[in-house]
Each structure stands twice: as structure tokens, then as C-alpha cells.
């Protein structure tokens, strides 16, 4: 690549954003806000405006970048310090001192490593596109952000894939929500209920970012109708209960212990918002696209996310309790969306009557992760660090132990 002399001070400032993701926690979609070099030089690549492209295609196309790096220790050394995989510390010291270990290099070695993967996706950033024009789209829309991440998924999976004309069928196995689950962690914990040892309380928590405005949650008692409403775009969570469950006896638990957090990571501020159930004249009006359901055998919840947390620094937090019969046999967690999933635990320590089961395990996540269970078979760990898609997640099954 020929510089000249202001071609010099933009490659310059370019290294200096690319290395400033590093810091902390590593790169998160809330950096790339004042990361705006970075933001000309994608759009530029996409030939789209700046003003079109939205920071989760950016983040998703800088991802892609990466992938294309050469040379596997540069390359896990940048993705060690952006937290990508390998260590999920939250200081860019302890992840080189992690990666230290590992590779046998010097912290000093691996930050070297570092600067030169940063200087080739600098170097890759600022050249013109190497990857072949877009193919045509069968998707007719004149919406910016939808033409984005059309233009974005053909050009990121344009090196891996030949796509030709099916670029709308990759968009559709991505779902229909235009913001992904971002750093998210999920956590699924089985505990006891209050109704006895024949129940026990379904628990799961999430972290993550994304742009929402309000946040909707679907509840059904069948698997066929949450796959069904899930797949509308309409709802960002699905409470599938036991089938037959009494919405009226149901609903009021699952309000009062549905709890939604939104947390300000530049102020270090909190704030917790509650659901409240969508009235039945509303939910028919909701759901009268959807002709394969009754708008009677399903209930919805929802809560309006206020404008000032509608930003990429904000971390939103969910929490989900509800009761299921034991004898179901059966815990399901699945990613509502597109979503990039860092870590999956499930903990079955307190499950009733625990010593009397046998649990297995069944990911369907797309793709092959290294998780386990702990000495005690009571908590299972999933460090993915990976794009999921809307219908992958995991089954926890159990059964009565056999006498031996």
C-alpha cells in the first residue's frame, strides 16, 4: 500500500481505535461508538453511508475481519485481548497473563503479537475491497438498516460461501429482529418450589446489550405455539408452561418474578423495570397476523424500556422464575435470536430430591463446544464465545436412577 502523507495519519489513528478496543472488558458493541475512523473505513468497504451502518453490522463485520487475519498466533492473541475467546477476565492484563500460560510466550510477546494483527486489519481495513460486489438481493425493501445487513451478510459470508441469489434465506435463519443478543451470559438455575418436591422452580438470568425500546415476553403452554411466536419477531422471550397450566393461577407469579434490570456501565447506575400484562383487546391485535394461533391460549407480558437506557452502553439484565413439574422429565433454554453467547452455565445442585435423578445434557448450539459438569455433576459450563441462531440452545433431561 503506497501512503502519502495523509494516508499515513489516517492508518495512525486507525491503529490507535483498533488498539483502544483492547482495553477492559475488550470489544463490546457500546466502543465502537467513538470508534468513528472505524465506522468510515466498514461503511466504506460496504458501500453504504456512515450514517446506514448500524454498530451491531459494524461489530459483525470487524468480526469477520478478524477471522480473515493471517498467522493463528497473531490472530489469538488479538482475539485473547479483545475477549473474543480463551480468557473471560475483564482486565486485558489478566487475559495476556491467561494466554501467557497457555501459549508459553511472554505477556510481552503476545502484546507484540497483538500490535502486528492490529497493523495487517488496519492495513486490510484501509484497502479497497477484495471480496467480489454484492450479489443481487431478493429481498425488495427500502429500509437503510435492513439494506445493511443484507449488504453485511453477503459481503461476511461472501469469503466463506458461494450465496449467490440466497441471501435472503441466510437473513431468515438470522430471524426477524435487526438487533442481536450481544456479550450475553446466560445462567439456568433448577431449584425448589414452594408446591412441593413434585415441582421445582425454572430460573434463568441473562446479560446483554442490544437496542431495544420495549421488551416483550410471550407465555404458552406448547411447544409448537412458543417456535410459532418466536419466530414472528414479535416477542424477545418465550414461558413455555406445563401444557394445560391455568393462565389466571399462572400469570401473577410470573409477573411478580419476572424482573428486568437496565444498567448504565458509563455511570455505573442501575435501574429495574417490571412487566405488566398486554390487555386481551391488544393481544388479539398483536397477534392477528399470526393465523396459526388462538390469541386465547397464549398471554403476553411486556415493559417500555425508557429512552435514556435505548443505548449501546446500556446492559440490560433478565430474570425469569416459574414453576414446572418434575415429571416432565425435561429444562429447555434456547437463544430467542441471533445472539453471541459467551458463557452457558446450569446449575441443578438444588433440583428436589437431586440424588434420585439422573441428568444428561444435550446442546444443539450449531456447532461443537468443550463445556463440563464440575466434580459434583451439579453445575455444567459452556464457555462458547460464538454466534447462536434463533432455534439452537440446549435440553436437560433426567430420569429415575436404577437400583444398582
Request: proline share 5%; hydrophobic share 35%; charged share 25%.
Amino acid at each position: 500500500m503506497n501512503k502519502t502523507g495523509s494516508t499515513i495519519e489516517l492508518f495512525d489513528e486507525l491503529q490507535k481505535e483498533l488498539r483502544l478496543l483492547r482495553k477492559g472488558s475488550g470489544l463490546a458493541l457500546w466502543k465502537l461508538d467513538s470508534a468513528s475512523l472505524l465506522r468510515q473505513m466498514i461503511a466504506r468497504r460496504l458501500d453504504i453511508p456512515q450514517t446506514e451502518l448500524a454498530s451491531t453490522q459494524l461489530y459483525g463485520y470487524l468480526l469477520h475481519e478478524i477471522n480473515e487475519l493471517t498467522g493463528s498466533e497473531l490472530k489469538r492473541a488479538l482475539k485473547c485481548a479483545y475477549a473474543l475467546e480463551e480468557s473471560t477476565a475483564s482486565s486485558l492484563t489478566r487475559r495476556r497473563a491467561d494466554l501467557s500460560l497457555q501459549m508459553e510466550r511472554h505477556p510481552d510477546t503476545l502484546k507484540a503479537y497483538e500490535n502486528q494483527a492490529i497493523d495487517e486489519l488496519a492495513h486490510r481495513l484501509m484497502e479497497s475491497p477484495s471480496l467480489p460486489p454484492p450479489a443481487p438481493i431478493a429481498i425488495s425493501t427500502d429500509k437503510p438498516l435492513e439494506q445493511a445487513l443484507q449488504r453485511t451478510v453477503v459481503e461476511g459470508l461472501g469469503g466463506l460461501y458461494e450465496l449467490g441469489t440466497h441471501a435472503s434465506e441466510v437473513l431468515r435463519v438470522f430471524g426477524k429482529s435487526r438487533q442481536p443478543y450481544l456479550d450475553a451470559r446466560v445462567e439456568c438455575s433448577l431449584l425448589p418450589s414452594k408446591r412441593g418436591s413434585d415441582w421445582y422452580v425454572y430460573r434463568y438470568r441473562y446479560t446483554f446489550r442490544s437496542l431495544k425500546t420495549t421488551f416483550r415476553i410471550g407465555v404458552v403452554t406448547s411447544t409448537q405455539d412458543s417456535s410459532i411466536l418466536m419466530a414472528t419477531g414479535l416477542f424477545d422471550e418465550m414461558i413455555q408452561l406445563n401444557e394445560g397450566a391455568d393462565f389466571e393461577r399462572e400469570l401473577p407469579g410470573i409477573i411478580g418474578n419476572c424482573r428486568f434490570v437496565v444498567r448504565d456501565m458509563e455511570t455505573d447506575s442501575h435501574q429495574s423495570l417490571w412487566f405488566a400484562e398486554v390487555d386481551a383487546p391488544r393481544r388479539r391485535e398483536l397477534l392477528g397476523s399470526v393465523w396459526q394461533i388462538d390469541a386465547d391460549t397464549c398471554r403476553v407480558i411486556e415493559l417500555q424500556i425508557p429512552v435514556a437506557e435505548q443505548t449501546v452502553s446500556t446492559l440490560y439484565e433478565l430474570r425469569v422464575d416459574y414453576d414446572l413439574r418434575v415429571d416432565e422429565h425435561y429444562a429447555y433454554w434456547g437463544t430467542p435470536g441471533l445472539m453471541y453467547l459467551t458463557t452457558l452455565t446450569i446449575d441443578i445442585s438444588q433440583f428436589p430430591r437431586r440424588d434420585t435423578w439422573q441428568f444428561f445434557l444435550k446442546p444443539f448450539l450449531g456447532t461443537t463446544f468443550t463445556g463440563s459438569f464440575d466434580p459434583g455433576g451439579n453445575r455444567f459450563s459452556l464457555p462458547a464465545n460464538n454466534w447462536i441462531t434463533a432455534g439452537q440452545g440446549v435440553v436437560l433431561i433426567w430420569q429415575e436412577k436404577q437400583p444398582s
